[in-house]
C-alpha cells in the first residue's frame, strides 16, 4: 500500500510503504503538494498493531530526532550479512545501518534521502542509506530508535516470524486494550 495515511498528529504523517528507491514514486507527489508537516513516518506492510494508531504517532510529537528507526543504529561491519550490498560511493567508515519496519524521518533528511537514492549508480541496502545519510550529516541530523518512547509501545518487534505467537500476542493486546506495535505480521 502506497497511499499515505495523514492524520491529526501536530506535525506528522504515516505513509505504508518502504523508503526504498524502488517505492520512491509516491514521494514526488506527496512532496509537490507542499506538505505542512515536519516528520514522515513509514511503516512495512506486515506491521501490526493494537490501539488507536493516531494516539500512537501522538507519542513522538516530543521527540526531535531527524530520524528514528526501529532498532539502535549501529556501525556497518563486513561480518554482516548486507555489509557489501552498496555502491562505491558509499564509504565503508561512514556505514551505518537499522532497522525500517517502522521509521520517521524529518522531511529535511528526507529530502536528502530521496536526492542521493535518485543519483546514477549510488545504490545501498535499504537497512544501511538514510542511517549513513544522517551520519555523514551528523552537524544537523540526529538519530535514535522509535522504541525510546517506550517497550511498553511494542510487543514482539523484530523481523523473525513467528505467526502462532504473534497472532496469540496481537489478539490479547486487543482484548485488552493496549497500544502495542508488532512486527512481523505474516499470516
Not at 57 to 67: G, K, P, V
Request: net charge positive.
Amino acid at each position: 500500500m502506497t497511499a499515505a495515511a495523514c492524520f491529526s498528529c501536530s506535525n506528522c504523517c504515516l505513509q505504508f510503504t518502504n523508503p526504498r528507491p524502488s517505492n520512491m514514486g509516491w514521494y514526488d507527489r506527496w512532496r509537490r503538494a507542499a506538505t505542512p508537516w515536519g516528520y514522515v513516518f513509514f511503516m512495512e506492510h506486515d506491521v501490526e498493531w493494537s490501539g488507536d494508531l493516531r494516539e500512537l504517532l501522538q507519542r513522538y510529537e516530543a521527540r526531535t530526532e531527524s530520524f528514528l528507526c526501529s532498532s539502535d543504529v549501529r556501525a556497518d561491519t563486513p561480518e554482516w550479512a548486507h555489509h557489501h550490498k552498496r555502491s562505491a560511493g558509499w564509504a565503508p567508515e561512514d556505514s551505518r545501518s537499522c532497522l525500517v519496519q517502522f521509521v520517521r524521518f524529518s522531511v529535511r533528511l528526507l529530502d536528502l534521502v530521496v536526492a542521493e537514492a535518485r543519483q546514477r549508480g549510488n545504490w545501498v541496502y535499504c537497512e544501511i542509506r538514510a542511517a549513513s545519510t544522517c551520519h555523514v550529516h551528523r552537524e544537523w541530523c540526529t538519530m535514535g530508535s522509535v522504541k525510546a518512547i517506550g517497550a511498553r509501545y511494542f510487543g514482539s518487534f523484530g523481523y523473525e516470524a513467528h505467526a502462532p505467537q504473534m497472532r496469540r500476542e496481537v489478539a490479547a493486546a486487543r482484548e485488552q486494550g493496549l497500544l502495542q506495535m508488532f512486527h512481523p505480521a505474516k499470516w
